[in-house]
């Protein structure tokens, strides 16, 4: 059973930034950062592909977030820079089992953290 535990919650203002951390007890074959704005769905922001490193960005937040792997920490980071208001929301490590894993779909991902809050203020 792959555990994820995310750190790095926090408050900022527009134009600032914050780095949320995600430990995984297990290697799997994707893992991912998801968030959810209140009255929103579920959309993917950044993942890699474990087994080759291959990254994905979404288009809302390529230039700002960085997405990055520490392999022998199982670790993965989001790195948010220049963040705006648009981008509050919870955000959710996931990892995934299963193929067709990148980009990131919530049907796609069967293990999932408990959300870390991040709050953009203008």
């Known amino acids: 059973h792959v555990q994820l535990v995310e750190s790095g919650r926090g408050s900022v203002r527009a134009g600032g930034s914050l780095r949320l951390s995600c430990a995984a007890n297990?290697?799997?074959?994707?893992i991912a950062w998801f968030r959810q704005a209140p009255g929103k769905e579920r959309e993917g922001v950044a993942g890699?592909?474990?087994?080759?490193?291959?990254?994905y960005v979404a288009d809302s937040v390529k230039g700002r977030f960085t997405v990055s792997r520490d392999n022998a920490k199982k670790t993965l980071y989001l790195q948010m820079n220049t963040l705006k208001p648009e981008d509050t929301a919870m955000y959710y490590c996931?990892?995934?089992?299963?193929?067709?894993?990148?980009?990131?779909?919530?049907?796609?991902?069967?293990?999932w953290g408990q959300g870390t809050q991040v709050t953009v203020s203008s």
């Open positions: 890699i592909q474990v087994s080759n490193g291959m990254t």
């Open positions: 996931a990892a995934s089992t299963l193929f067709a894993c990148i980009p990131p779909r919530t049907d796609r991902y069967n293990y």
């Open positions: 297990a290697h799997t074959f994707c």
